[in-house]
């Protein structure tokens, strides 16, 4: 008889099996319309709706599907693991901030909402009131300076980072209760390196968009160590996007052996290169991705094979997602795979 882990990972592998990963993302190629791409990942429901409606409606139905499924899985668990609620809450965290952006940019409407069902605690009803919206819930006390300051035209990335910082330490904490060695060092690999490449990203996107200096970047990195029960490195999970402030955007010779420098654009061919943050996003994702899919097959009934899945339909949301605003602007879908870089 099953455990939850192993019931969990049967349902799991059975989503994955149908879900457009894998060798079932080539099935995606040579798509010319979005209604094309809709009648494919919803056969039994697409809609007939003109071009602007449709893509709006298809990225709601798709990012409806992937928490469904995701928080089915969970559900599967009588006491599900903290990490694994902790990664679902990511949805909450990104709609939270989302309704900051709503509010930053003078919206009056709620924005659209992810259902992670009885492990949501924000009042999303109560929108436009910040205080009301999180009364009760792990951010009151973490944004109780930052509420009043919650307007429009303000600049939310103090706030964001906060945040992240928040989300990213908690989930690491997690880290502890996975009491079999094997199952805690997947996870850790996988936790640590998406928050490096989350801090390297925002070092290049803070550096080349908004001009901001070494200080001032400083500030929006996680800037944290794993307890050493957990993890035995010794530097900061910000350690490589520190170093990368000392190098000019525009010297390639700069980045030679920093540790992320494969994810870097092409410098062959270029007469004025310069670091491209967008490169370096797909790439990274490219590489979390291979990172999730392989280590959900070679650790299977494990918590961590659990959170390989999780991460594997955020892939999947992502990938669909960037295809159909491709498609929406006249692209056709092998032409977004060249720039996403999917093989």
Known sequence: MLNDDGYAYAKSSWIVGRSFLGKRISLLSGLHTLSE???????????ELPGRELLIDFERRIEKRSVRQILSVVNSYAQPHRLLVRILKGYEYSDLKNCFAHIAGGKLKLPVISDIGRFGTVRFDAYPDVAAMIKKTE???????????????????????????????????????????????????????????????????????YNKSEIETKKYLLDFKLH??????????????????????????????????RFLNPAEGVTDWTVDPRHFQTAASQYLYHLAYRNFHSSP????????????????????????????????????FKILEVA
């Open 37 to 47: 791409l809709d009648r494919l990942v919803f056969p039994d429901s697409y809609r």
């Open 139 to 209: 951010y009151e006390s973490l944004l109780s300076d930052d509420i009043k300051n919650i307007k429009q035209g303000m600049d939310l990335t103090a706030i964001e980072t906060k945040m992240d910082f928040h989300f990213y330490k908690e989930a690491a904490e997690c880290l502890s209760k996975l009491f079999i060695e094997e199952d805690r060092n997947v996870a850790v690999r996988l936790i640590t390196d998406e928050i490096r490449l989350r801090n390297c990203l925002w070092a290049l996107r803070l550096r080349t968009y």
């Open 228 to 261: 050493r029960n957990i993890y035995q490195g010794s530097e900061s999970l910000a350690a490589e996007a520190k170093a990368s402030l000392d190098f000019h955007l525009d010297l390639r010779g700069h980045w030679t052996g920093w540790k992320w420098e």
């Open 301 to 336: 009934v494990s918590v961590s094979a659990i959170y390989c899945f999780i991460k594997l339909k955020q892939f999947e949301e992502d990938l669909l997602t960037s295809i159909a605003e491709g498609l929406a602007l006249g692209m056709e879908s092998s032409a977004v």
